[in-house]
């Protein structure tokens, strides 16, 4: 995620680090380059006259605007899912955090306690390792009793089976009568949570917006860029390089946005800080058990994974 | 469901498996020849000349291009919300399998929680069963013991009465004293997100976007792309063909997608993954007692059922 | 509700049955006319020249489209509302039907979960025919007891009063030690979410979308249409009336088919088939108690009330 | 709120009551003579002639409808937020009483249960008087014990003091042992809900669409019809003050419209019924004690406060 | 949070006092400037013509206002989320006092409920803080019994280690046998609640709308006011400079807006009022404890902070 304090307008205007332009920017020179060839043959092509006008890239620019808006929409609505769902993680590990120290009849600085926060917290890395398709065993060994982080690299859905073994803790609390069946109900209810969260994340990185979507669109937007020259050569002259490539920049980067923010998942600038949020998991329940917190190193380049 | 890696921008142009090009391809090309024949008659007809012109077709299209939208904005969010059911199911069929292996008191092992879990997974394949109105025989026959599974398959409404099964395994654990009536209630509220499920597929299933708005909006496209060539042809010529299948290339293969998506559970290239997602929720349960994964098949063509 | 299987693609250009053109069909056909006027009087009316051309047609048609797809939208949303609600209602009553057979301790066959399906029931017809503004006498009748159903005919908020009903019987399993206080609660809870259903759906019926923005809106579409002929005249000649009408065709339909759907209740065809929903959820709960299906009557003319 | 039936297509042409053209009439002759001076003085301004043609006013009218559309649409939802809200309160009012009558080991008739639904009859309506700022002292006096009244009459927050009281109750029935703990607790819930309507509603009626866009809107509409004028003389001649009106017409009512909506709480013709309602939930809830209801009195000239 | 009553609609127009204007004033009179420049020289720039014409100003304008919508939306819909979440906050809050005060047999006018009411306010005061990165000392001081005020002050997530405090307050009250693990598991259900509504509010604060959509939508609608007088200099004249203006008065405003609300904790005119809904939630929890409010002092100039 990039993470930079907003300038004032006008220095805003000529960022580089954060802005997606540095990436789309081989595509606009290439259309630069074939909008100044359009206008120097005068929108002929092999002697003959490409016979166009602006009328049809006003309708059709329109139109694309709007379908382009309905991936943009579709594709932010995914971040920002993904991100509820990452903080809905927070909130209810700090839940069951908090249900762990004071639900029960345990003396203070039991182990059994700071035991089930230990879970949590792998729990939330082992999420994190799923999602971004990582190796989580490193984290995994650093958290949890060498024995049962054993056992849970070997699975295959490794979130889940911690759930199972927060589900064999809290069974044990209530055999141990630490707790009594109805503030095993009020654990079991943050667990269900914890579920949804799971299934959540797993939702938005096994489904993208529809193939035939990205497809469909990236297609038009590309095709209408091409054509664009074409149209407004013999309205604009040696303008038309500069307008060109102007409209396309917008419709380019806003579709390389949209298909960036589909995986929020992922690595790329503007997903989410899937690591970031991780420490601040681990470091937020740590606190609750007493631990200072180690504040985040700076982000790099406006940068954190 | 199309599962294909995003290319670079520049493939993603010539990309044909996924896109749905190759579906709405005969009718482009019907348009594609009427349009030449437009221009070589210069636009008229039994040397009547149509008189049009790009402005109502501009007018007409943007609206068109709004209505679309509205279209496919509907479309998208059924497509979402199957999704989401079933991403649901997956979190509560978990749930629940965790409460049966740790809320109550039975021994490591026990039969109960696996027979428990057993019907989890019925329930899960009758409601794909019945959401693309195939034969569930054989995967009740699979997971059910004999008797069970008889009494199901006469039955109407499958999953509900695999619930019911459910729900009398849970008093049964009650009467057993395996439960209380504490943990009991647990049972019973995931019981009931389970129904609300099967009944949010149903819905979907069941009630379609009214009838009068894709009669109306796929004539609109339609007559409207076939007017197209008559309004563009005084002032585009020979390039009328192009832009105006172009035009239309994107209006058609939007409502073509658009009715695609609006019944998810079907089995056209963009519908839900119901197989994979039915095989996927029988291997994470059978994961937590303790079975090993089988991986899942690669999809065939980009495309999994 | 129309139910009609999608016809391919060049059939479902002139599909009548389920097209709200029947109904706009007198409206167009004035238009046409006029506007065969319009083009015979060259725009004139009493030999003074109507002066408009395509410009503020332009700009206002593709407002008009923003602000028709903002009621289109209104309207949509309150239809799936409605269906979501009898959705949840479906989930819910199962809900209730699956824990008055399996929460408490009635042996196996007993009258006491059956009565209170048979309540449910009730519930449901009285709900539809207070929506339909239509009589429940002959549903109570042939529902419930000869007394009660004497005594909800009677008072004014027929499915409340049922509700409490349903109450009282869980009251009555309370004190007869069939049920615990937790299971007590358990149905409470159930019984809270049908109270939500009910007063859902009395707002739907009872707050239409704000009657002036219907008023404009109408208004608006319909002084366009009018206008839209001398627009177009000067440019497009014979033309004019075939464009002009079908423009007005989408924009008249849209506004047609976003008034029928704002009251989703009702028995228009467009509207829910809460007929058929009733029934079903009455087989389903019946099922529940081991009676057997009856399958639907098959819709005549695509149509289900 | 404007109850009034949807007349037929033609009638519905020239309501006037329910409509917005009465309030924006006297704005929209004003602008009716502007134009016909622009027409008169052929556009100029003290000899200067004011040089403006329709493509500025395409653009930027597009671009206005969609902003327009943007605070339509957030006003809307406000108003369907607030009903929302009103809805919830008659559904959490009819639990909570079904609750009082049918939870408890109260005997039939007793006067605790009626005592409570009382409560919810006060707070409904000093929820009302609030949200409107209107006294509530006459409808405390009628509804409670007058020592009781007196006290709510003289705190500042009358709706949630008295869910304290409605909290003592329950504490009150948990000590008399006519409740346990499980039924207390789902009092305690409906009880919650009750407090997150009030505070729902405080924050409609507290935090309106931010001012600037109100104000940034407002402005840009008016200015853009003062306008309108000398951009379409030159083109329309004398029909331009029949265009401009009726685009101004849409444009200022809609505006109007939305600016009405935005307080859904108010007396204005479009505002919510919150005396009928209030009168709906005394009357239903008294219902379910025995009590036949009252049948409200016809809405004058469509309206009802 | 600017609080001023809506004016009449002439008055409005030339209200400042809350406009936007103010602030984007100096961009711009820079716009205005420089298009008299563009006129004076008409459109040449070093004697070489400029060659632009309003087509693709219209194209883009309208593609432009659709995206600045999408950002608007997005901006808005975080600013009434933050509003929501501190509705919540005030519901919460209540709900937990009231059973602090009613659940329990503590005697009335007991020390504990009240100390459990002041731990809400710190919470509330230590959230505000956070969100705005203020120091918190006065307020918990002034709230909390000087040990506790000391540890909360040396901790880094304040209001989490005060719902840990009420967490403990919780379990005392069982362990003093207050209250039962029935009314334990109600007060921890809302403690829940308060958990979600500190992480949402931490969701909002941290993670912005992606850096580079802010980036790519400011540069988009300056370069397009910039390029704009070239575009319509020889259409309009010298109505030119009034013309760009005014388009660019409100594209620049609305997106000043949508900047200014995407943050919606902060200090800025339109920001959310935490200060007012801080002491509001004090004033409204003391009630409840039988102190008199204190109203709020008058708004200086229309804003609260």
Redesign the interface.
């Known amino acids: 995620?990039?993470?930079?304090k907003?300038e004032n307008?006008f220095k805003?205007?000529f960022?580089m680090k954060?802005?997606?332009l540095p990436r789309v920017f081989p595509?606009l020179l290439l259309l630069l380059v074939l909008s100044f060839l359009v206008v120097y043959a005068r929108g002929s092509f092999f002697h003959m006259k490409?016979?166009?006008?602006?009328?049809?890239?006003?309708?059709?620019?329109?139109?694309?605007?709007?379908?382009l808006?309905?991936r943009?929409?579709?594709s932010?609505d995914r971040?920002w899912e993904g991100?509820?769902l990452w903080?809905?993680l927070?909130?209810?590990t700090?839940?069951l955090a908090?249900?762990a120290?004071?639900?029960g009849?345990y003396p203070k600085d039991a182990a059994e306690p700071k035991a089930f926060i230990q879970f949590l917290i792998a729990f939330t890395y082992s999420l994190k390792h799923q999602l971004r398709r990582t190796d989580a065993s490193a984290d995994l060994d650093r958290l949890l009793p060498a024995s049962l982080a054993n056992n849970i690299k070997n699975?295959?859905?490794k979130p889940?089976?911690l759930?199972?073994e927060m589900?064999?803790w809290?069974?044990r609390a209530k055999?141990d009568e630490k707790i009594?069946?109805?503030?095993?109900?009020?654990f079991?209810?943050?667990?269900?949570k914890l579920?949804?969260i799971?299934?959540?994340c797993?939702?938005l990185a096994g489904?993208p917006i529809?193939?035939?979507?990205?497809?469909?669109l990236?297609?038009?937007v590309?095709?209408y860029c091409l054509?664009l020259p074409f149209g407004?050569v013999d309205?604009?002259?040696?303008?038309t390089p500069i307008?060109v490539t102007?409209?396309a920049?917008?419709?380019v980067?806003?579709e390389?946005?949209a298909?960036?923010?589909e995986e929020p998942f992922g690595l790329a600038?503007?997903d989410?800080a899937l690591d970031a949020m991780s420490r601040m998991i681990e470091?937020?329940l740590l606190?609750?058990t007493g631990k200072p917190?180690v504040p985040d190193a700076a982000p790099t380049d406006?940068y954190i994974s």
């Open positions: 995620m990039i993470i930079r907003k307008w805003m205007l960022v954060g802005s997606v595509r490409i016979q166009l006008n602006p009328a049809p890239f006003t309708l059709f620019g329109i139109a694309l605007a709007l379908f808006g309905f943009n929409n579709a932010y971040f991100r509820k903080g809905a927070l909130n209810d700090r839940s908090r249900q120290l004071t639900l009849v699975v295959h859905y889940i089976m759930m199972k589900g064999e809290v069974q055999q009594d069946s109805i503030q095993q109900a009020a079991d209810e943050n667990l269900n579920s949804d799971v299934g959540g797993e939702r489904t529809p193939y035939t979507y990205s497809v469909l990236h297609r038009t590309y095709i054509l407004f309205s604009l002259g040696w303008m307008i102007f409209i920049y917008t419709f980067a806003l390389a946005i298909d960036e923010l600038p503007n989410l470091n937020t606190e609750m917190v406006y």
